[in-house]
């Protein structure tokens, strides 16, 4: 496990950037992980500014992201479909047919994961997977559980996510309770893995998953086993790591 830190916000968005950009510019043809929240959108900005300025060329990367809000249309405003067309795609040149995001509105939701996992491994699996992590340290929708998920499956939001997702939503009640996520397995087989955490609210997540027990309790904590994971945090996120050596 690689740990990066660096100072603030903006530069974990260039670094994470760089990471991105490197893998798709020595693998044209790369599958990408990709992430929402708010984290990444820093990072979505410069893969943006990279792109117009010519230093990387999307036309044949593939993508997958790891969530959707289940039963929210593809052009609702809070859809992750929503979220990933306004902040990179629609700016740069990868092929809508390259674009995959789980189908909230799917009717046979079990039939649509068993895809999604089947279009990605048909896709030559994930090469390098994007990823934020929550303050309950879930990964995707992964939330705390008695055992790591497994594949892509439907998940039920814990309180504490529907809570902080409400302040995109314009009520806590407008909030869906489930989503379709990647499992743990999904994410675990990736060949690379880049984790950004940033704020003084994931120091305890992202402390518990990099030095605490590895347990479902703590999604992220399942990283430790993971052989090709680079974490990028900012100070403030990194905060909690140095406390073993006071
Ligand atoms: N499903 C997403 C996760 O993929 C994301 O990592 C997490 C943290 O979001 P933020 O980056 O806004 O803190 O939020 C959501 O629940």
């Known amino acids: 496990m690689r740990i990066i830190i660096v100072k603030d916000y903006e530069e974990l968005s260039k670094k994470a950037a760089n990471v991105i950009s490197g893998q798709v510019i020595l ?69 809508k047919e390259n674009i995959h995001i ?22 030559g699996g994930i090469d390098l997977q994007l990823l934020g992590i929550g ?44 989503a379709i996520s990647m499992g743990i397995k999904t994410i675990m087989r990736a060949r690379k893995i880049l984790l950004l955490a940033s704020g003084i609210e994931k120091a305890e997540a992202v402390y518990k998953s990099i030095k605490g027990k590895i347990t479902p309790d703590l999604p992220a904590s399942v990283l430790q086993l993971h052989p090709d994971v680079i974490y990028i945090l900012d100070e403030d996120a990194a905060s909690l790591l140095s406390r073993d050596k006071e």
Do not use: W
């Open 27 to 95: 693998k044209p043809n790369s599958v990408l992980g990709l992430a929402t929240g708010s984290t990444p959108l820093g990072t979505y900005k410069s893969l943006v500014k990279m792109y117009k300025e010519g230093v990387v060329d999307f036309s044949k990367t593939i993508t997958y992201n790891l969530d959707e809000y289940y039963g929210l249309a593809k052009n609702h405003i809070n859809s992750y479909n929503y979220f990933m067309d306004k902040n990179l795609f629609s700016h740069i040149n990868i092929l």
């Open 102 to 123: 789980p189908n909230g509105e799917a009717h046979d939701i079990e039939a649509e994961c068993v895809l999604y996992e089947q279009s990605i491994e048909k896709s």
């Open 135 to 178: 303050r309950n340290g879930h990964i995707g929708f992964n939330e705390p559980d008695l055992t790591f998920e497994a594949l892509t499956h439907m998940v039920k939001l814990d309180k504490d996510t529907i809570e902080v997702n409400s302040r995109f939503f314009e009520n806590i009640d407008d909030v869906p309770k489930k």
